[in-house]
């Protein structure tokens, strides 16, 4: 684990260059507890997207034994917002059953290339979805350009590109092939990579390539290209919608990262 020193420790800590002449640039390695970091991380808060149960909160992400750990609690929350006559989902939900948290480098950090590095340990259960993943600062969706490094629901593995008014290359692994291999594989944590240069998107895990995009086809409609503009990350657990139903799922539970680290070419 590096200290929490600030970018400029870090790089001095840090051997500072990963295969292929990347250099790192930032970096979360969690070491401080309490809070995530404020000048790296904000919050979402309430009920954001895809009609999800949960209700979004800063409460819900804490530093500790060295990651970040976001929990899933099942509990009744009060939606402010609550309008019964409303035909928005967000309002018309006079409670959420459900609370996490999603932390998000927008307003704070976004990069344009790199390599990104992301350990993590997920529980592979019903009704849960963690995500890792970047968006792109500029468009609304999908015109600015989403990539998923990790999605995991319905027993399934994820990585994703999305650009243009929908466009998807998606890469879906039975869950069931990495246990095949190792029947702990949940307990352990695992390594989510992003190779991405103007030419290609590659989608790694542990070292697999899952997914690769080539750039060239990416054009939105207005001609220009989402995964040419920086892009800022989100990490989050997201609770029913695609995850399924979590009525059977033991709750509290956790989706914890042992560190962020993005690297850039000294050209980039």
């Not at 930032?26 to 309490?34: H, I, L, M, Q, V």
């Not at 904000?42 to 009920?47: N, P, S």
């Not at 697999?208 to 989100?234: C, M, V």
């Not at 990490?235 to 560190?259: C, H, R």
Request: proline share 6%.
């Amino acid at each position: 684990m590096l200290l929490a020193l600030g970018v400029a420790s870090i790089l001095a800590s840090f051997p500072g260059v990963s295969s292929g002449g990347y250099k790192l640039v930032w970096a979360d390695e969690f070491s401080k507890p309490g809070v995530p970091n404020p000048n790296d991380w904000e919050f979402e808060t309430g009920f954001v997207r895809n009609k999800e149960l949960q209700w979004y909160q800063a409460a819900n992400a804490s530093v500790s034994g060295g990651h970040l750990v976001i929990e899933g609690r099942r509990e009744k929350i009060p939606n402010p917002n609550f309008d019964a006559s409303s035909t928005d989902w967000r309002k018309n939900r006079e409670f959420a059953q459900y609370s996490s948290a999603c932390v998000t480098t927008k307003g704070k950090h976004a990069w344009l290339y790199g390599r990104f590095e992301i350990r993590a340990r997920i529980r592979a259960e019903k009704g849960l979805w963690p995500a890792i993943w970047t968006l792109g600062l500029d468009k609304p969706w999908p015109h600015n350009g989403e990539v998923d490094l990790l999605e995991y629901y319905h027993d399934t593995i994820l990585a994703n590109t999305a650009w243009g008014n929908g466009t998807w290359n998606t890469v879906k692994t039975p869950y069931a092939e990495f246990v095949a291999k190792d029947v702990r594989w949940t307990e352990k944590f695992h390594t989510w990579r992003m190779d991405w240069d103007p030419d290609f998107l590659k989608i790694y895990l542990d070292g697999r390539l899952l997914n690769e995009t080539d750039l060239s086809k990416t054009i939105d409609p207005d001609g220009s290209n989402p995964f040419h503009a920086p892009q800022y990350l989100l990490l989050n657990l997201a609770i029913g919608s695609s995850g399924g139903d979590p009525s059977e799922t033991q709750f509290p539970t956790k989706y914890e990262v042992d560190y962020v680290r993005v690297y850039q070419k000294p050209e980039h």
